[in-house]
Each structure stands twice: as structure tokens, then as C-alpha cells.
């Protein structure tokens, strides 16, 4: 029996607000409302917070949890880890076991011509990484001109500098600048919004054929890649048809381009593959990850490496002069391990595949005929709802500044769901080990919401207490 210490909610609440400044949050609004919802503990698919009511988890923490809460082997392998070796780091020609067999079993999975592994503590890290692989990667070729990377608009890459500037989220863009130079923006693969009504096929060509026209436009000696997550989750689980992908190697293999596999929500497990390009059908020369690598249970993120490119690092004969204290942590590293090996042993990827995901696009699509919803999609154990405001198109309430969507998930919440608004959709990714009595509950919590939500809408009264901007 795991014993829970005894907190003082209300306190702890009141010192959130005198001292705690949480991520992406409105820092007023956090004031007002007292402080953060406290959670304190969590089991299976399960939060439960200071105030004793218990929220079905529909966002996997951070589309991160794929194992589930309170999995007492990830702890041993914690304590065991912390027992033998806490931490070393791996700047001194050093390199803990935990880590070196990670390395191998990430490359593994990953297949083909992926072999090598660098190490960081979060998906904005491994993305700076990314950056600064590529650059490097040009400059040894002899090259350096090549230091423009393309990524899509709407797209999320992380919070740091580097990342903010690569990603293409407006709010996020518009404060702290001035950003980063050198990345370029087209448009995403965001067929309900930018393409409704189009043929899929033609447009699948369309935003393909984008990437092309601003690698000539820039030059194409200029170019050094082109990043984009197989499925945008932050941007609101926008999932690009079929051929997208496909056409997008093909774009960078004319042009010698290095094509990047943002993998940091697909990835392990997320899509019912691996990783997202393996469903979709393409192959990267450099794969960011983090989030399912350990499933949130302890800070880890990794880059996936192609051969030749570590031959190009090697020919360079100098040092790599990147990384961070905790790169490879050894601690970290350990867990990752145990989760993988949970994954594989719980044989949860294929289960994504053959039986949750398919039974959650079919759940989810029983509120296609729902009044407020535009559209449902799914893929593997990720999936929205758009919010509209007349059924057949997509148009929204109060000009798309998502205070519909965030009317709905508030009741979501109320109703004891976590799930995210983004802009006008409602998103989800609950963890991989979700039964299939949770997902039932899942969407039944979602209809009561939209029927509850849709005579305040109907008379002008949405409105939620605060929007999810991004991650």
C-alpha cells in the first residue's frame, strides 16, 4: 500500500500564487482563481487532486504518459539506478551502462540507417540539438551557407529561443524577441481549416508543393532542412492526408535537404507505430523525441542520428561542442529503459494500432452528427474535435478566438476529463494502457459537454477561464 503524505491544499494553493510561476500560463488569471488545481497522486489513467475529486486523464499528463500512473517497477529502477550510480555525466570520454544500452535500444527501434543517439532533458533541447546538428553537419561539408530550416506554420518545436523561432506559433512568436534568424515557414497540412472542401489527394500536393516553392524561392543552396512533427499535436492534432508525407521526402531528396521527424508526441507508441514516420511512411535523417521516451517519469529526450552524418562528425576530427550537464543521465536513462520494456512487454504499441485506436475514431465518431462539432479525427491514441458553430462547414463562434472550445473543455473538467483546448478543437492523447470502458467514458463525458455547452453558445454566452496556447 502506497501511503500519501498529508498536504495542506489551501496553503499549498497560496503559495502557489506567492511564489510558483507556472508554464504557459496568464500569471492575473492564475491570481484570480487562487492558485493551481493541486494534484497530488495518480493510478493508472487516473488523476486525483487535493480537493478529492478524481479527473480521467485524456492528455497522458502531457502526451507524455504512455504506461499509465504508478507503475512500482519504474520507481525500483529509479532507487536501484540511484543506489549504484545517481549521476555522471558524459563530457570526460565517460559514459554510465544505463545510457550506452538506451543508445542501442532507441536505435534500434528506430531502424534503417538511424544508428546513432544524443542525449538531452527535454523535446526544446533535443530541437536545439537538431539546429545545431544540421548547421554543423552543412559547415563540415563545406557548405555553411546551407543554414535555413523550413518548418510549417501553426507548428510547435519547444520554448526556447531557438525552438520559439523555429516553431510557427504566433503568440508564442510575438513575445521575447527578437527571434533567431534563419528559419523559413509554409503552410501546414491543416486540411479542415486551410483546404475544407478540397480533395485530399490535391491538397496533400498543394502543401507539399508549398515546401518546394519556398526552397526556390530562398535557394535551394541555402536550405538545410525541413522539420515537421508527423502529426502536429500542439497545433491541434492536425493529422496530414496520406501522401503528404511521402511527397515531402521526395521534395528533400531533390533538392539534397536533410528532412527532420519531430517525434516528440508521436513518438513511441503515440500513432500505433514506434514513431510517426514509420506509419506515415518516411524516412528521416534526424528524429527529436523526449515525452514517451521515459513517460514523463523522469526529464530524458533524445536525437536520433543518421549514419552518415556521424560519419561527417567523425571526419571533422574536433569536438561537438554541444550538450548539457545532464545529458545521458544516468538515472534517467534507466527508467526509459524499464518503460520500453514495459511497452514492448504490454505489447501497447501493437494494441494503439489493432485495437484502442481503432476503437477510439469510432467512439469520437459518434459525435460527428453532434450540432457543434465540424469534425472528428483520430490516429492511433491521439484525436480532436473541431468546434463549429453550423454543422457542414467550419465556421466558428465569435470569429475562431476558441472561447467555445474552452466553454467545453472546462465542463470536461468539471465532469471529472482532462482534455485540452486548442484554438476551436478539443485534443486528446490519453495514455497507451487506456481500456476500452475508459475510452466509452472518455467520449461520454465530451457529449454531455457539447450538449451542456450548446444552449450557452446558442445565446452568446461561451467562455472559458483560460486558453492552452501550446505544448
Not at 508525407?245 to 536533410?258: A, F, H, S
Amino acid at each position: 500500500m502506497v501511503k500519501h503524505r498529508n498536504y495542506n491544499i489551501a496553503e499549498l494553493r497560496q503559495l502557489d500564487v506567492a511564489h510558483h510561476l507556472p508554464p504557459q500560463q496568464n500569471y492575473m488569471l492564475m491570481k484570480d482563481i487562487g492558485g493551481s488545481r493541486i494534484i497530488t497522486r495518480a493510478d493508472g489513467c487516473t488523476l486525483f487532486d487535493g480537493e478529492g475529486n478524481a479527473l480521467l486523464d485524456g492528455m497522458a499528463g502531457l502526451w507524455c504518459v504512455q504506461i499509465g500512473y504508478g507503475r512500482p517497477e519504474m520507481a525500483r529502477a529509479a532507487y536501484e539506478q540511484m543506489q549504484e550510480l545517481p549521476f555522471y555525466n558524459t563530457f570526460f570520454k565517460t559514459a554510465s551502462p544505463p545510457t550506452i544500452v538506451l543508445s542501442a535500444k532507441v536505435s534500434e527501434l528506430l531502424g534503417g540507417n538511424l544508428t546513432h543517439v544524443f542525449f538531452s532533458n527535454s523535446g526544446s533541447e533535443a530541437i536545439d540539438t537538431v539546429v545545431r546538428l544540421v548547421r554543423y553537419y552543412w559547415q563540415i561539408k563545406g557548405e555553411g551557407e546551407r543554414h535555413i530550416i523550413i518548418a510549417r506554420e501553426n507548428s510547435y518545436h519547444g520554448s526556447t529561443l531557438a525552438g520559439v523561432s523555429l516553431g510557427g506559433m504566433g503568440p508564442m512568436r510575438a513575445q521575447g524577441g527578437p527571434l533567431v534568424p534563419g528559419f523559413e515557414h509554409v503552410m501546414q497540412p491543416y486540411l479542415f481549416e486551410e483546404g475544407f472542401g478540397e480533395d485530399p489527394e490535391a491538397f496533400a500536393k498543394r502543401a507539399a508543393y508549398a515546401i518546394e516553392e519556398k526552397i526556390l524561392s530562398v535557394g535551394p543552396h541555402r536550405v538545410a532542412a525541413v522539420i515537421g512533427e508527423p502529426v502536429q499535436g500542439a497545433g491541434g492534432v492536425i493529422i496530414p492526408p496520406p501522401n503528404y508525407w511521402p511527397r515531402v521526402e521526395e521534395i528533400c531528396r531533390k533538392y539534397g535537404i536533410l528532412l527532420v521527424a519531430d517525434e516528440v508526441i508521436c513518438g513511441f507508441g503515440r500513432l500505433g507505430k514506434w514513431f510517426g514516420f514509420q506509419h506515415f511512411g518516411f524516412k528521416p535523417d534526424l528524429v527529436a523525441m523526449a515525452k514517451g521516451l521515459s513517460s514523463g517519469y523522469l526529464p530524458i529526450s533524445a536525437v536520433g542520428v543518421a549514419d552518415f552524418i556521424v560519419e561527417a562528425l567523425r571526419s571533422a576530427n574536433q569536438d561537438f561542442v554541444h550538450g548539457f550537464t545532464y545529458s545521458g543521465h544516468p538515472t534517467a536513462a534507466a527508467v526509459a529503459l524499464k518503460n520500453i520494456e514495459i511497452i514492448e512487454r504490454e505489447d501497447l504499441v501493437r494494441r494503439t494500432e489493432m485495437e484502442t485506436g481503432p476503437y477510439l475514431a469510432r467512439a469520437l465518431d459518434r459525435l460527428s452528427d453532434h450540432p457543434l462539432v465540424g469534425e472528428v479525427r483520430s490516429l492511433g491514441l491521439i484525436g480532436a474535435i473541431e468546434i463549429v458553430s453550423h454543422r457542414g462547414g467550419n465556421e466558428r463562434f465569435s470569429g475562431g478566438d476558441g472561447s467555445a472550445a474552452l466553454l467545453i473543455r472546462d465542463m470536461c473538467i468539471d465532469n471529472g476529463l482532462m482534455v485540452r483546448a486548442v484554438r476551436d478543437s478539443l485534443v486528446m492523447s490519453p495514455p497507451l494502457t487506456i481500456t476500452l470502458e475508459e475510452i466509452d467514458r472518455l467520449v461520454a463525458i465530451m457529449e454531455q459537454a457539447l450538449d451542456n455547452a450548446s444552449v450557452r453558445l446558442r445565446n452568446g454566452k461561451e467562455g472559458g477561464s483560460g486558453g492552452d496556447s501550446s505544448e
